[in-house]
Structures are given as structure tokens and as C-alpha cells.
């Protein structure tokens, strides 16, 4: 049993963890739309979002005049959901609490399980999913955990765009983010 449980915790252990600097890179503001189809529905929002660290940010969702219709607090791996006056419509968690980071093109700060370097990209494992890299330390693709579906997102950056396509079992989402201050694309 001793033996089995120091091979976990050296496999858990032996990958430290990924670095980038991140000066300037906080905060990450930008400009989004999103469409998409959620339980067989089209959908389509534009809003702006916020990101202050790795693990905090906000994520304003507008309506028809440009009225905030939700408001999205992200901190610590929760998500709280919010309506227009405030209100806590829904709450969930989320396994990679710095998901916001790999948002603004910053690989996580936890230890990873293994890196496998294959041409220009970076793969690594970590507990919560897999995240692929490019050459400059930015996203390419990452896989979350979450239930029996897992959620998949592909970065296609171009400049100060960056493309997100997001997919979570039959749902399917088009992302783009318009940067406008911070961040690690180019």
C-alpha cells in the first residue's frame, strides 16, 4: 500500500508546473459575440468580458440597447450568474480554476501530470483535462472534464481575434473575442 501511494503522489508531483510572465498581461479586456445552439436552440449574444487573474473576472452578456442582461462572476472555480438587478440566478463550479488565464492566453499555474512535446505544440495533462500549447506558450485546444461529456474548446487566434469554438456534448458554441487590452495575443 506504502509503495502505491508514494508512486502516485512522485507521478502527481513530477511535472512542475508551466510559467509564463504575466506583466502586462492583467488585466484582459475584450469585446465578444457568441453563437451558438443549446438544447437544440440558436442563440447568439455579444457582451464584453473582464479578466483581472487567472482565477477572477467578470463577463457582462448585452442585450437589445446594449442592457446587461447577465452578468457572469467567475472566482476560484465558481461561476455565479446573475440577472439584471443582481440576483443570483444559478451557481456552478468549474475543475480548472484557471480557466479564465487560458482564456487570456496564460498556460494554468497548478502542476501538471506529464507534458509530451509533439513537433511545435506542447500537450499536458493535468487532473481536471488536457491542454495543447503552441510554441509560444499560447492555447490551442483544451479538453475540461466536467460530467460524462467533456467540454472541448479550440483557440483559433488572428491578431487581436481570438476564435473560440466550444463544443459540450450536443452543444455547440462560436466565440469571438475581440481583445482590447491585456493578454498574450498577439
Known amino acids: 500500500?506504502?509503495?502505491?501511494?508514494?508512486?502516485?503522489?512522485?507521478?502527481?508531483?513530477?511535472?512542475?508546473?508551466?510559467?509564463?510572465?504575466?506583466?502586462?498581461?492583467?488585466?484582459?479586456?475584450?469585446?465578444?459575440?457568441?453563437?451558438?445552439?443549446?438544447?437544440?436552440?440558436?442563440?447568439?449574444?455579444?457582451?464584453?468580458?473582464?479578466?483581472?487573474s487567472a482565477t477572477h473576472g467578470i463577463i457582462e452578456v448585452y442585450g437589445p440597447g446594449g442592457l446587461a442582461l447577465y452578468v457572469i462572476k467567475i472566482h476560484d472555480g465558481a461561476i455565479d450568474i446573475l440577472d439584471t438587478w443582481g440576483r443570483t440566478l444559478?451557481?456552478?463550479?468549474?475543475?480548472?480554476?484557471?480557466?479564465?488565464?487560458?482564456?487570456?492566453?496564460?498556460?494554468?499555474?497548478?502542476?501538471?501530470?506529464?507534458?509530451?512535446?509533439?513537433?511545435?505544440?506542447?500537450t499536458v495533462r493535468y487532473l481536471w483535462g488536457k491542454l495543447t500549447l503552441d510554441k509560444d506558450m499560447l492555447p490551442i485546444s483544451l479538453l475540461l472534464k466536467r460530467d460524462e461529456y467533456p467540454v472541448e474548446v479550440m483557440f483559433n487566434p488572428a491578431g487581436k481575434m481570438i476564435r473560440l469554438m466550444v463544443s459540450h456534448h450536443y452543444d455547440r458554441f462560436d466565440v469571438e473575442l475581440f481583445g482590447k487590452e491585456g493578454g498574450r495575443w498577439r
Open 90 to 122: 444559478n451557481t456552478y463550479t468549474i475543475p480548472c480554476k484557471d480557466l479564465l488565464g487560458i482564456i487570456a492566453g496564460f498556460p494554468p499555474h497548478g502542476r501538471c501530470i506529464f507534458r509530451k512535446i509533439c513537433g511545435d505544440s506542447i
Open 1 to 52: 500500500m506504502k509503495r502505491i501511494l508514494i508512486v502516485i503522489l512522485v507521478f502527481i508531483a513530477g511535472c512542475a508546473t508551466l510559467t509564463v510572465p504575466e506583466q502586462e498581461g492583467y488585466p484582459f479586456r475584450a469585446e465578444f459575440n457568441l453563437e451558438g445552439v443549446t438544447d437544440g436552440k440558436e442563440i447568439s449574444f455579444n457582451g464584453a468580458i473582464l479578466i483581472t
